[in-house]
């Protein structure tokens, strides 16, 4: 039989070894090179006999190569050791499953295929996969019995102290706002870690990854609490259109965190080098525990000068704020109280309105409903039925008035139903140069990404730019009127435990006094099991506003060009997507209504 045709047969059984680890935790023992390890004179092993007087080791692993075999001999034999010691591990008994991956070590050092590729191949990926296993089964003997996994060691070491001492020095402020801002988020964050047996350690990370800001982006283009890519995010179930953006939701992301996060653990068997694999990805971290000259990886701390700077740094980093969090005072510190956490409940709503309209109808404050709603990217309900998350006690208000809620009417000549076009940053582009590009206001393109003022942009970003268009209209036309729903037949509802007819009239788009009318009802009074008639879904419809292109002549003002067009100061403000903040300049091209 050829290699090959051995190696092939000998893969599926390598895969499922990689594959069989069970998650570990906590640090592990620095343990010998296998050559130097001693068995315990209790151990059967496979293909061995039980005597009376036990041989030493190396006489007793000189015995299992007998002459004549031959380099894949010993390569079938190691994996039949290394496959009895998953065995042993799976029913507990670790210290004969570590012998039996000693000895399987031992036997693949015996191997010469230096003139072999495909041996060469075999012989390394056994050797990685023994070494691994080691690791994990050392690691194994530190799981605490009550499953709750606080496993990551509180390390001192002249690493952690550099990041302590920039906690207390240059990054103070930053530290001090992101754990006050912490209180909104990591109670939640910290009942999901304790659901899932996950060290409530790991609920301190948003703190380096984001600040505890829900809608933080960094220069990589991650995003979020937990600081997700695009592509790793979908990976973990988070979505991604128009409208949302999944990675902004705190709730959402964090189950995806906690997905990556136990993944990664089950990969390298330790929660510090699993947090490298968080910060610069798995095979990052796996190419360069590859690259070790030592037969198996002892720590994080082998792997730390190999890394790139800042995932060297992260888990030191996590580390320092771990202590400062757990004794503050004994680094000099005294920390602020913690934000409250934000108590809210959800409401469906089935038309598109911006948030700070409906934040205006329930008396919020604008910024709050959107950071409860963070993941929506336009500040608005999608143009779907969306559950709003609303401050606690106000979802039966929102239900009362949400009909009376004007639908949000994209101005005409919006470029997309999303209501901005997406641009490339090239080099040297600015916030200002790009607005001129598109006749819109720096101040627009700024809320639209959620930018600060002076924000730098780099080359190759996508950012969203408020995209405006001249809408042509026929001479003599009317501007067309509001487009009326198609009215389908009444649907049958029965009324399930906690209904209220406010909830009902919401999710099916219509009103309360019509369910009441249809149904003959003389008061808002339901009762569990009542079948009622809904009214047919209604699409809220706009009436398109017929714009044009105004250009901005010196001295004049929002309100002075809004006078003069018969418009609206709010209206005027709105289609042109500016503040009552905004300054406008000469030159600068506005929309206006036609006449």
Same mark, same amino acid.
């Given at each position: *039989?050829?290699?090959?045709?051995?190696?092939?047969?000998?893969?599926?059984? =390598?895969?499922?070894?990689?594959?069989?680890?069970?998650?570990?935790?906590?640090?592990?023992?620095?343990?010998?090179?296998?050559?130097?390890?001693?068995?315990?004179?209790?151990?059967?092993?496979?293909?061995?006999?039980?005597?009376?007087?036990?041989?030493?080791?190396?006489?007793?692993?000189?015995?299992?190569?007998?002459?004549? &075999?031959?380099?894949?001999? =010993?390569?079938?034999?190691?994996?039949?050791?290394?496959?009895?010691?998953?065995?042993?591990?799976?029913?507990?008994?670790?210290?004969?499953?570590?012998?039996?991956?000693?000895?399987?070590?031992?036997?693949?050092?015996?191997?010469?295929?230096?003139?072999?590729?495909?041996?060469?191949?075999?012989?390394?990926?056994?050797?990685?996969?023994?070494?691994?296993?080691?690791?994990?089964?050392?690691?194994?003997?530190?799981?605490?019995?009550?499953?709750?996994?606080?496993?990551?060691?509180?390390?001192?070491?002249?690493?952690?102290?550099?990041?302590?001492?920039?906690?207390?020095?240059?990054?103070?402020?930053?530290?001090?706002?992101?754990?006050?801002?912490?209180?909104?988020?990591?109670?939640?964050?910290?009942?999901?870690?304790?659901?899932?047996?996950?060290?409530?350690?790991?609920?301190?990370?948003?703190?380096?990854?984001?600040?505890?800001?829900?809608?933080?982006?960094?220069?990589?283009?991650? =995003?979020? =609490?937990?600081?997700?890519?695009?592509?790793?995010?979908?990976?973990?179930?988070?979505?991604?259109?128009?409208?949302?953006?999944? %990675?902004?939701?705190?709730?959402?992301?964090?189950?995806?965190?906690?997905?990556?996060?136990?993944?990664?653990?089950? &990969?390298?068997?330790?929660?510090?080098?699993?947090?490298?694999?968080?910060?610069?990805?798995?095979?990052?971290?796996?190419?360069?525990?590859?690259?070790?000259?030592?037969?198996?990886?002892?720590?994080?701390?082998?792997?730390?000068?190999?890394?790139?700077?800042?995932?060297?740094?992260?888990?030191? %980093?996590?580390? @320092?704020?771990?202590?400062?969090?757990?004794?503050?005072?004994?680094?000099?510190?005294?920390?602020?109280?913690?934000?409250?956490?934000?108590?809210?409940?959800?409401?469906?709503?089935?038309?598109?309105?911006?948030?700070?309209?409906?934040?205006?109808?329930?008396?919020?404050?604008?910024?709050?409903?959107?950071?409860?709603? @963070?993941?929506?990217?336009?500040?608005?309900?999608?143009?779907?039925?969306?559950?709003?998350?609303?401050?606690?006690?106000?979802?039966?208000?929102?239900?009362?008035?949400?009909?009376?809620?004007?639908?949000?009417?994209?101005?005409?000549?919006?470029?997309?139903?999303?209501?901005?076009?997406?641009?490339?940053?090239?080099?040297?582009?600015?916030?200002?140069?790009?607005?001129?590009?598109?006749?819109?206001?720096?101040?627009?393109?700024?809320?639209?990404?959620?930018?600060?003022?002076?924000?730098?942009?780099?080359?190759?970003? %996508?950012?969203?730019?408020?995209?405006?268009?001249?809408?042509?209209?026929?001479?003599?036309?009317?501007?067309?009127?509001?487009?009326?729903?198609?009215?389908?037949?009444?649907?049958?509802?029965?009324?399930?435990?906690?209904?209220?007819?406010?909830?009902?009239?919401?999710?099916?788009?219509?009103?309360?006094?019509?369910?009441?009318?249809?149904? %003959?009802?003389?008061?808002?009074?339901?009762?569990?099991?009542?079948?009622?008639?809904?009214?047919?879904?209604?699409?809220?419809?706009?009436?398109?506003?017929?714009?044009?292109?105004?250009?901005?002549?010196?001295?004049?003002?929002?309100?002075?060009?809004?006078?003069?067009?018969? *418009?609206?100061?709010?209206?005027?403000?709105?289609?042109?997507?500016?503040?009552?903040?905004?300054?406008?300049?000469?030159?600068?091209?506005?929309?206006?209504?036609?006449?």
């Amino acid at each position: *039989m050829s290699n090959i045709t051995r190696f092939v047969r000998l893969l599926p059984a =390598l895969i499922l070894l990689f594959l069989a680890g069970c998650t570990t935790t906590g640090p592990y023992e620095k343990e010998d090179r296998a050559a130097e390890k001693k068995i315990p004179p209790k151990v059967v092993l496979p293909a061995e006999t039980k005597e009376k007087a036990q041989p030493d080791k190396d006489s007793k692993q000189e015995t299992l190569i007998s002459e004549g &075999m031959t380099n894949q001999d =010993l390569l079938d034999s190691a994996l039949e050791y290394a496959q009895a010691a998953s065995e042993y591990w799976d029913r507990g008994d670790m210290d004969t499953a570590l012998d039996a991956l000693d000895t399987a070590y031992f036997l693949i050092l015996n191997v010469k295929a230096d003139d072999d590729p495909d041996l060469l191949q075999q012989k390394e990926d056994l050797r990685f996969t023994i070494s691994k296993r080691i690791v994990e089964i050392h690691a194994s003997r530190f799981t605490v019995a009550s499953g709750d996994r606080n496993s990551i060691p509180l390390i001192m070491n002249e690493h952690v102290r550099r990041e302590l001492a920039s906690f207390k020095g240059p990054e103070r402020d930053f530290f001090m706002a992101a754990y006050r801002r912490s209180g909104r988020y990591r109670p939640a964050i910290l009942r999901a870690f304790k659901e899932a047996g996950m060290p409530q350690e790991l609920t301190w990370l948003p703190l380096i990854e984001s600040g505890f800001k829900v809608r933080a982006l960094s220069r990589a283009r991650a =995003l979020g =609490l937990w600081q997700f890519i695009a592509s790793t995010g979908y990976r973990y179930g988070l979505k991604r259109d128009q409208w949302i953006d999944e %990675r902004m939701d705190p709730d959402k992301s964090t189950v995806a965190a906690i997905a990556y996060l136990k993944e990664l653990h089950q &990969m390298f068997g330790d929660w510090t080098t699993a947090l490298a694999g968080y910060n610069c990805g798995e095979w990052a971290v796996m190419n360069r525990i590859k690259t070790q000259k030592i037969n198996y990886l002892d720590n994080f701390w082998d792997l730390y000068i190999k890394l790139p700077q800042e995932t060297a740094a992260y888990v030191p %980093r996590l580390l @320092a704020v771990l202590h400062i969090v757990n004794d503050p005072k004994a680094h000099g510190m005294t920390l602020p109280p913690l934000d409250p956490e934000i108590q809210a409940e959800e409401v469906m709503i089935n038309k598109q309105v911006q948030i700070k309209t409906l934040a205006g109808a329930l008396q919020v404050d604008d910024d709050l409903l959107e950071e409860l709603n @963070a993941e929506l990217r336009l500040n608005m309900t999608p143009d779907s039925p969306y559950p709003l998350k609303v401050p606690e006690g106000k979802g039966q208000i929102l239900l009362a008035k949400v009909n009376d809620i004007p639908a949000y009417c994209p101005p005409a000549g919006v470029a997309s139903s999303s209501g901005y076009i997406v641009h490339k940053v090239s080099k040297g582009e600015t916030i200002a140069s790009i607005s001129r590009k598109y006749r819109t206001s720096p101040e627009a393109i700024m809320d639209a990404n959620d930018f600060k003022k002076n924000e730098k942009l780099a080359a190759g970003w %996508r950012i969203k730019v408020p995209a405006k268009t001249r809408t042509v209209q026929a001479k003599g036309t009317k501007a067309p009127a509001p487009v009326a729903a198609k009215e389908d037949k009444p649907v049958k509802y029965a009324v399930k435990k906690g209904d209220s007819i406010y909830q009902i009239a919401s999710r099916n788009n219509t009103t309360a006094k019509e369910i009441q009318n249809l149904n %003959r009802l003389n008061s808002t009074n339901l009762h569990i099991g009542q079948v009622l008639l809904i009214p047919p879904r209604q699409v809220a419809a706009c009436a398109v506003v017929p714009t044009k292109n105004y250009t901005v002549k010196g001295g004049e003002t929002p309100f002075m060009i809004a006078k003069k067009h018969d *418009m609206e100061l709010g209206d005027f403000l709105k289609i042109n997507n500016l503040t009552p903040h905004t300054t406008i300049f000469p030159g600068q091209t506005v929309l206006v209504k036609t006449n």
